[in-house]
C-alpha cells in the first residue's frame, strides 16, 4: 500500500495569503496533494508541483482565476460534499438513492472523491455508500475517536482510497496503524511547517520496510590482494547505527556501518559507506539490488540501522579505487556460509555482538549482523532458482 499526504487549504482555513503560505509549506516538505476550493486551481499550478484536489462548484458555473479572470485548469480530482451533504450543510436524505452528492459521484466525469465529515452513524453509512462511487473517500471525524475509522477501514474495500482527517502528525500515525492496515492516506489541517514536515515523515515511515536482522559467526578473516573498491557517497547523513547491507553473495548481506565514527586517521564522513568490492551487492529500496559498480549520482539506495529499520538515500558520488582488502566468511545459524570482500582499513566497522568493530579488528568466532534472504538474484530481483554462488 502507498501512503500518501492531503494538505487542506481551502477557504476554510482562512484568506489567500493564509492558504499560500501553508500549501508552500506544504510542497516545500514534500505532501502528496493538496484540497482547495476550485478557483484556487491556478494558484497552486503557480506554486509547485503537486497533486491537487478541488471541492467541486456548481457544474453550470465556470470558475475563473480572480488574477487573470481565465478559467481555471481542471484539478486532478474534484471532491463533493463541502456546503452540501457529506459537511452536513444540507440533511441527508433518509434514501441514499435520493442524494445529491451520490448522483453526482455517479456522473461520469463530474466527480471523483467524496468529503464527509463523520457527525453520527448515519454519516458512517453514508461514507460507506460514497466509498462505492468515489476514488477517494475522505472523512473528517468530530470529536473524533478511532472507532468510526476501524468501522470504516473494516468495511470500505480496495475500490476508494481512504483519506484520514487528522490535525498532528501523531493523529497521522494512528490512522496509518489502525486495525493494521491503516488509512491509505491522511488529510492534514494545520498550518505549522513542522507540523506538515513531520506528517510526511510518518508518511514515509509506514511505508519502510523493518528488515529481520540476524547474527553469524566469522569462520574466516583473511587478507586478499587489492581489489577495486567502492565508497558509497550520499546525499543524506546517516547516525551512528546505519549504513548498508552489501555482499558478495545474494542470499547474505553484511551490515557495514557508515563512517560515522571519529578516526585517528581520518575525520568522520558520515554521508559515506565504505562498502566492498565492484561485484557485490548492495541494498536498494523495494527489495532489489545492484552491484556497487553500477551505481551512479541519483540512484537510490537502502539505508538501515541495526535494529532493521530502513529508510532511503539519494547517491551523490561513487569513488572506486584499487585498495587492500580483506575476504570475511560467516556461518549463519542454519549453517549456511556467505562471504564478502571488504577493504583492509580502520575506518571500515561492522556491528558485532561487543558493538562495532573495525574490520581489522576481526576476529574467528565474532558474530556479525547479516540480512538472511532466501532465492537467487537476476537482475537485481529475487528468483526461485538453483544457483550456486562460492
Known amino acids: 500500500m502507498t501512503r500518501s499526504v492531503w494538505l487542506k487549504a481551502d477557504s476554510d482555513v482562512g484568506d489567500w495569503d493564509h492558504r499560500r503560505k501553508r500549501i508552500t509549506a ?9 484540497l482547495v476550493d476550485e478557483r484556487d486551481v ?13 471541492f467541486r462548484s456548481d ?32 440533511d441527508l436524505p433518509s434514501d441514499f438513492s435520493g442524494s445529491a452528492d451520490l448522483s453526482t459521484l455517479r456522473r461520469e466525469d463530474e466527480a471523483e472523491g467524496a468529503f464527509i465529515r463523520i457527525l453520527s452513524e448515519e454519516y458512517e453509512a453514508f461514507a460507506e455508500a460514497a466509498a462505492e462511487e468515489a476514488d477517494y473517500t475522505i472523512v473528517v471525524g468530530e470529536d473524533w475517536t478511532i472507532i468510526p475509522l476501524e468501522n470504516l477501514i473494516a468495511r470500505i474495500g480496495e475500490e476508494t482510497e481512504l483519506v484520514a482527517g487528522v490535525t498532528s502528525a501523531d493523529e497521522a500515525r494512528t490512522a496509518f496503524e489502525t486495525l493494521e492496515l491503516g488509512a491509505d492516506a491522511v488529510l492534514l489541517d494545520s498550518d ?12 514515509d515511515a509506514a511505508e519502510r520496510e523493518t528488515l529481520d536482522l540476524e547474527w553469524g559467526e566469522v569462520l574466516t578473516i583473511e587478507q586478499t590482494g587489492s581489489a577495486d573498491r567502492v565508497c558509497v557517497d550520499t546525499g543524506s547523513l546517516m547516525e551512528d547505527d546505519e549504513g548498508m547491507l552489501v555482499g558478495s553473495m ?11 565514527a571519529e578516526s585517528p586517521y581520518v575525520a568522520s564522513r558520515p554521508f559515506r559507506v565504505n562498502a566492498g568490492a565492484v ?12 552491484y556497487l559498480s ?20 539519494v547517491v551523490g558520488r561513487v569513488k572506486i579505487e584499487k585498495r587492500p582488502m580483506f575476504r570475511v566468511e560467516v556461518e549463519t545459524e542454519d549453517g549456511d556460509r556467505v562471504e564478502t570482500l571488504l577493504q583492509n582499513a580502520e575506518t571500515i566497522k561492522v556491528p558485532t555482538r561487543e558493538g562495532r568493530k573495525a574490520v581489522t579488528d576481526l576476529e574467528v568466532g565474532d558474530e556479525l549482523k547479516l540480512y538472511l534472504e532466501g532465492g537467487a538474484r537476476h537482475f537485481g530481483e529475487s528468483v526461485e532458482e538453483s544457483i550456486i554462488e562460492q
Do not use: C
Open 42 to 54: 491556478e494558484r497552486v499550478r503557480k506554486l509547485g508541483e503537486v497533486n491537487i484536489a478541488a
Open 250 to 260: 545474494s542470499r547474505g548481506l553484511f551490515f557495514v556501518h557508515a563512517e560515522t
Open 59 to 90: 457544474s453550470d458555473v465556470h470558475i475563473f482565476d480572480v488574477e487573470s479572470n481565465e478559467e481555471v485548469p481542471e484539478p486532478d480530482a474534484r471532491i463533493v460534499g463541502k456546503d452540501g451533504e457529506g459537511d452536513g450543510t444540507v
Open 26 to 34: 506544504g510542497l516545500e516538505a514534500g505532501v502528496d496533494w493538496v
Open 294 to 313: 553500477e551505481l551512479t549520482s541519483g540512484d537510490e539506495v537502502q539505508l538501515v540501522n541495526t535494529d532493521g529499520k530502513t529508510r532511503e538515500a
Open 279 to 290: 561485484h557485490a551487492y548492495v541494498r536498494v529500496p523495494d527489495g532489489g539490488t545492484k
Open 192 to 203: 505549522s511547517p513542522d507540523e506538515i514536515r513531520a506528517t510526511v515523515d510518518v508518511r
